[in-house]
């Protein structure tokens, strides 16, 4: 009885419930080369995946052998890098060092000249030092003379000095005479003064003012009494002869003469002025004829200017 559309469900659902019918059905209807067909996919399938398999190491492998290619080519850029960089440096080492060898030769050449002009002048230093060996010999030889005339001279310097020595004690001695009868002198002349009134301290004194205002200095007696006795010792009038030009005062004392004595007291009559007038006195003028051995200098340490001749005192204040 022939099968129909009608009655393929039924057969479908009959072989749902038979396996064993759909192989014995499947023999049937397919060929053998289609039977094989599920293994040869099969088989198929395996190649397929070992090629795949194959095709993924491949791809690692290229991978990697990329990474590494492209590693040892950065690595070969940086290398070249530094290659062009040591070239470069090389390059301007090699101009600094052509430009120092030019300079070196420059010096070289320079230093050939030096040394060229260097022994010129070892020449010309020959030849001088040759002829100072021969001054040499010369001065030795005139020193040898100056010593000689050195010696004389020391031999005559020691006579010199002795004879010096008997100077200045038969000096000493002059002095001292001197010193004596200077003495007696004054004090004859003291003596005599004072017995006959010859030239009085006041009459030479009112003749030195005279002098002094015709020389341009107003003088001005100046009296006051020292109760207290600071100038003398005891209370008495104090003289003083007073010059003030310009704002500055000047005080002159005139004396026939001047012992070492004396100044004291004159530099204590010139204190009681300033205290009694509140001036400062700027100069300290002693006008005197004659004094003693030692005034001078006593004079000139307490501030007094030492005049022979009133004409003699500068006319600045």
Do not use: C
């Amino acid at each position: 009885m022939p099968i129909t559309v009608k009655d393929l469900p039924t057969l479908l659902a009959l072989l749902e419930k038979h396996p064993e019918w759909r192989e014995a059905l499947r023999a049937v209807l397919l060929s053998e080369e289609l039977l094989k067909m599920p293994e040869e996919i099969r088989r198929l399938e395996q190649v397929v995946a070992g090629i795949l398999e194959a095709q993924r190491a491949g791809e690692e492998a290229v991978a990697a052998f990329r990474a590494e290619v492209e590693r040892r080519f950065a690595e070969l850029a940086e290398a070249v890098a530094r290659l062009l960089e040591t070239q470069n440096r090389l390059i301007e080492a090699q101009a600094r060092l052509e430009e120092r060898v030019g300079r070196l030769e420059e010096a070289l050449a320079r230093l050939v000249e030096a040394q060229a002009r260097l022994e010129e002048r070892v020449g010309r230093l020959e030849e001088a030092l040759a002829r100072l060996v021969e001054a040499q010999a010369r001065t030795e030889e005139r020193v040898a003379q100056l010593e000689e005339r050195v010696g004389r001279l020391e031999e005559a310097l020691a006579r010199l000095v002795e004879a010096q020595a008997r100077t200045e004690e038969r000096l000493n001695r002059l002095e001292g005479r001197m010193i004596q009868m200077e003495e007696r002198i004054m004090r004859r002349l003291n003596a005599f003064g004072a017995r006959w009134g010859l030239r009085s301290e006041r009459a030479w004194r009112e003749g030195m003012r005279a002098v002094l205002e015709m020389a341009g200095f107003e003088v001005e007696r100046w009296v006051a009494f020292d109760a207290q006795g600071d100038v003398f010792n005891y209370p008495s009038d104090v003289e003083l002869d007073v010059v003030v030009r310009n704002g500055r005062v000047l005080v002159v004392e005139l004396r026939t003469s001047v012992s070492r004595e004396a100044l004291p007291t004159l530099e204590r009559k010139v204190r009681f002025y300033e205290r009694q007038t509140g001036r400062k006195v700027n100069r300290r003028i002693l006008v005197t004829p004659w004094y003693e051995p030692g005034v001078e200098e006593m004079a000139r340490r307490m501030g007094w200017e030492l005049y022979g001749e009133p004409e003699e005192i500068s006319g600045e204040a």
